[in-house]
């Protein structure tokens, strides 16, 4: 049960995606110009300053697989809130911020208040906070990244872009929307995101069923399904978070 109360910790923690079912497409792969499908991508992503979605999610963890809502509420740059509920009862609710993370299960009385930094190592998670919302909100990773190579197979295109920390494969469809990202940093571990059922919200097609699995689908560690049912985009969120007196820390 401690591992329902924790639903959304564990959600960002794995910013990993679904199951890498790498298609072969049908045809010859040809270069293509990396630098226009760089801008196809960046095209597609979504300003937004806040941004808030309600989904039916699924997560695995440690060979238990649990099922819960999810809501997120984000305000760029500055902080990532979720709430997670069972049977229609708040079990977990998580706080991200640039510098700190905290969450409470109230299933278990206990809280988490620690640093990012410190969070990110223990848990081994492979990304920062500016990547992490960007893929909760289901952006591309474009700040820090370079166009290295693209190429096209079929209707299908590929493009691989590198930065300091590490390098991304994407997978477009024959529309340029993006169906799975690969991020590989430095010590070769992998992240996988799916993204697929897009609406068009705000100008922008938005993909409303993500798949996130770490470290890969084949013996996956944790991944987590989310069927979004509805987004809002720039209308300000309370971002509530209080831990109460009698919780221990865990």
Known sequence: MKK?????LISVLLLASSCRTKKSAL???????????????KKSNIDYIWYRYKSD????????????TVELRMKKDKAIWMSIRKFGFEVARVLIRPDSVFAIDRFNGKYLADSYKHFKK???????????????????????????????TGNTFKLKTQGTDYGIEYD??????????????KDNKTIELNFSKYKIQNGKEISYLRKYSFPNSINPKYFLHLKIKNIEINKEQKLKFEIPKKYTKM
Request: proline share 4%; hydrophobic share 35%.
């Open 172 to 185: 477009l469809n024959p529309d340029f929307k993006i169906s799975n990202s690969f991020f590989i940093n």
């Open 4 to 8: 329902i109360a924790f639903f959304s």
């Open 122 to 152: 223990e848990y081994d998670v492979p990304v920062d906070f500016n990547t992490m919302q960007e893929i909760l909100a289901g952006n591309s990773i474009i700040e820090g990244q370079k166009p290295v190579s693209g190429s096209k």
């Open 57 to 68: 999610a699924t997560v695995y963890f440690d060979g238990t697989t649990v099922g819960g």
């Open 27 to 41: 045809g010859t792969t040809t270069s293509y110009k990396s630098s226009k499908l760089f801008r196809k991508v």
